[in-house]
């Protein structure tokens, strides 16, 4: 698992263990970490100029300590800095070491030509955007040069909350001690490249605001049945889903949560997917009963006036009144209102939309019950600035949401756990189909006991891993991915 902790916590771990410390020890632990990895980076690529980034800040001061040490070992170095605002530890060091120290039009000219770049222009509490004296730094950097951002890409927003496109796209990022949201959350984690953590030796007493689930969990949340279950301890899910109009919505949900494990699936739907489903997944039971949680929405039409129509909706609405965990998806969220917000209080409820249906959901539902204000959100909003988007939802709604995209956000909701960031799937899963799949999947999840939000983001990585074996770098359609979901969790289960 990987934990990331919010700048505020860090900064307070950072002030408890210098209370403990030599002056200047635990930079010099960063210093020491970065310059490992800067030093690795020119003997691998075989760099012959390194030229920092320099601000005014620690981040400053660890790259100019860095590219000193360098020095001293021969490598040619410059760094780009003000001397007015600048380190003065670390400035005497570079002109010990032999530093080339430049600005103006001179730092444009070292830039333009070095091979690797150590981003040190801002650290955790700076402001999202570059400093207006960094931007011609940042625009110089050759397309060609390897980036090494300090703790974080300069003018990228540390909490992960949104995307400076002038700022700094760094190929890796050395950190220190723990990750920071700025790594794992979009839209930022694309700006970070590889994640390099240092240890310092920072110890946390509160819990991290991001989480993103990798492979070694699976052994320990995946529900493995044990020789004394049977179909009904190993659960029940039960998926209201499909439509005359888009009946394959059923056939990729239901195979995906048999796939997956689930004891038993019960299918409720209208004749055409309820024939598809019968003739592609034989295991599966037809009709409404009980279950230990419901999927509700992929493929529905809710606009439908013919009777099988009718009598389905009936059972996607009174999932919605129980107590049983429910999964509502696509044509699903639109069932969603302030009565079943009001029922649903206190049960488990996993809203799963992408980026539009989000926008959709939050337009019509309004900042509050008793708001009469009309605020329009548009889809293009969501992108930008995506855990705002979802944590709102969630706090308007009192569900667990799991916001789908390239990088899958799973917001619980209590605003005080953590959010889960997972990012297992290639390119290619972006197809039809995709999102039903990881609606039956995380069914599966629900009806066997898990959380929601583990739910989620479990599901997520699974789905994502089932996608990249089965598509092999190639294209891949949705139904390959369900019924990859087997070896998938094998593969998990056992790589240790």
């Known amino acids: 698992m990987i934990e990331a902790w919010s700048p505020e916590d860090v900064y307070a771990a950072e002030s408890a ?22 030093a690795a980076r020119v003997s691998q690529l075989g760099a012959e100029t390194v030229v920092a980034l320099v601000g005014p800040g620690n981040n400053g001061a660890d790259a100019l300590y860095a590219v000193a040490h360098l020095a001293e070992t021969g490598v040619s170095c410059a760094a780009a800095l003000d001397l007015e605002r600048v380190h003065e530890g670390a400035l005497e060091a570079a002109r010990g070491a032999g530093v080339v120290l430049v600005s103006g039009a001179e730092a444009l000219e070292h830039i333009a030509e070095a091979d690797i770049v150590v981003d040190g222009i801002v650290g955790l509490g700076g402001r999202p955007g570059l400093p207006e004296a960094a931007a011609g730094w940042v625009a110089a950097i050759p397309d060609d040069a390897h980036v090494i951002a300090v703790d974080l890409p300069s003018g990228q927003a540390a909490d992960g909350s949104g995307f400076d496109p002038d700022g700094v796209l760094a190929d890796e990022t050395v950190t220190f001690s723990v990750a920071k949201p700025v790594h794992l959350l979009p839209p930022t984690e694309q700006a970070c490249g590889t994640l390099t953590v240092v240890d310092i030796g920072l110890m946390f007493d509160t819990d991290p605001a991001v989480v993103r689930l990798t492979f070694d969990d699976v052994a320990n949340l995946w529900p493995v049945p ?13 998926i209201v889903a499909g439509s005359e109009n888009y009946s394959g919505a059923a056939v990729l949900a239901v195979t995906a949560a048999v796939e997956a494990g689930a004891g038993m699936v019960r299918y409720v ?12 997944v034989p295991e599966a039971v037809h009709g409404d009963g009980r279950v230990q949680a419901w999927v509700v ?26 107590s049983e965990p429910v999964l509502v998806d696509a044509t699903g969220l639109d069932l969603i209102d302030d009565d079943v917000i009001e029922t649903r209080a206190g049960r488990a409820t996993l ?3 992408h980026a539009g249906e989000l926008a959709r959901l939050l337009t019509r539902l309004g900042p509050s019950r008793r708001s009469r204000k009309t605020v329009t959100v548009e889809r293009s909003a969501v992108e930008a600035e995506p855990l705002r988007h979802a944590r709102a939802l ?8 799991l916001l789908k995209g390239s990088t899958t956000l799973v917001v619980p909701a209590d605003p005080a756990e953590p959010v889960f960031s997972q990012a297992d799937a290639p390119p290619w899963l972006a197809t039809a189909g995709a999102g039903d799949v990881l609606a039956g999947l995380i069914g599966t999840l629900l009806a066997a006991g898990l959380d929601p939000a583990e739910a989620g983001a479990l599901g997520a990585l699974v ?3 089932s996608a990249d074996r089965a598509s092999a770098g190639g294209p891949v359609r949705a139904l390959k991915v369900a019924h990859g979901i087997p070896e998938a969790v094998a593969h998990l289960l056992t790589r240790r």
């Open 17 to 38: 263990l210098e209370d403990e410390l030599a002056s200047g020890e635990l930079m010099a632990r960063a210093v020491e970490g970065l310059a490992e990895v800067v």
């Open 351 to 353: 809203l799963t939309p």
């Open 297 to 322: 929405g992929p493929g529905l039409d809710i606009t439908s006036t013919r009777r099988e129509a009718a009598t389905q909706l009936e059972v996607a609405r009174a999932a919605l009144a129980g």
């Open 269 to 280: 739907g209208t004749p055409t997917p309820d024939g598809l489903v019968r003739a592609a």
């Open 463 to 465: 789905h994502g891993v």
């Open 226 to 238: 044990g020789p004394d279950d049977d179909k009904y301890s190993r659960g029940v899910v039960g």
């Open 394 to 401: 969630a706090e308007r709604t009192g569900a667990t949401v």
